[in-house]
């Protein structure tokens, strides 16, 4: 079952502007992670923000989470050709974690 | 990717036929994950494993098969049973608690013909 959506499910900026990538889910949690994913890759953990935690900051990634409105959102900055990816969320749900379908983010150069 | 290895990268098989994925780590992590990717999709768990020689099914089990007998290797075969096992096979572990990050093999991406 996936619980996380990603918004948008693409996007295209320039190099050098934030991209900003929302995820809603739907019950209660203990965290919430972020992952990336390169093309035809494996996925690389980003980061993973507590639900105690309001915003946590991983060099040029913020991501905030609003437990009130079951919503995450990853920001990334002053973004860089390299940032070409898909993003995921993931949230635990007992031993598992349950998966969005992620953003697909291009960088134009 | 480090530490864990999956293989081979690409896997072509014809319909009918059974096949296994391999996925070996050296992280000594507890706990094994068997997801399958679609074209634009998220992951779907298939079989994970907490602990050798005990795995429970995922989502989408169907079609597939796991044992643990080592630690280290958690290997799937996608059977003939498997409609449509055309997809990019990824394979995690994780350390510890349902807290825990999860690190990714690099994938297997099977094809039937």
């Known amino acids: 079952s996936q619980q996380g959506e990603e918004d948008p499910q693409a996007l295209s900026i320039q190099e050098g502007e934030n991209a900003t990538m929302n995820c809603s889910y739907k019950?209660?949690?203990?965290?919430l992670q972020w992952y990336r994913q390169n093309s035809g890759r494996g996925l690389v953990h980003l980061i993973l923000?507590?639900?105690n935690e309001r915003e946590k900051h991983s060099g040029r990634l913020r991501v905030t989470l609003d437990t009130s409105k079951k919503s995450s959102s990853l920001l990334i900055t002053a973004s860089r050709a390299a940032d070409t990816a898909s993003y995921f969320c993931?949230?635990?749900?007992?031993?598992?974690?349950?998966w969005g379908a992620g953003t697909k983010l291009i960088i134009k150069p | 990717d480090g530490g864990i290895t999956q293989s081979p990268k690409y896997l072509f098989r014809k319909e009918g036929q059974n096949v296994t994925l391999s996925c070996e780590q050296n992280?000594?992590?507890?706990?094994m994950y068997w997801y399958r990717q679609d074209p634009g999709q998220g992951l779907r768990l298939i079989y994970y494993?907490?602990?050798?020689?005990?795995?429970q099914k995922g989502d989408i089990a169907e079609g597939y098969s796991v044992s643990r007998e080592k630690k280290e290797s958690f290997p799937l075969t996608v059977t003939s049973a498997q409609k449509n096992p055309t997809a990019f096979y990824l394979c995690?572990?994780?350390?510890?608690?349902?807290?825990?990050?999860?690190?990714f093999g690099p994938g297997t991406r099977l094809t039937v013909l």
């Open positions: 995690a572990t994780r350390l510890g608690g349902a807290k825990d990050t999860q690190y």
């Open positions: 992280l000594n992590h507890d706990a």
């Open positions: 494993s907490q602990i050798v020689n005990d795995f």
């Open positions: 019950t209660s949690i203990n965290n």
């Open positions: 923000i507590r639900s």
């Open positions: 993931a949230t635990d749900s007992n031993y598992q974690l349950i």
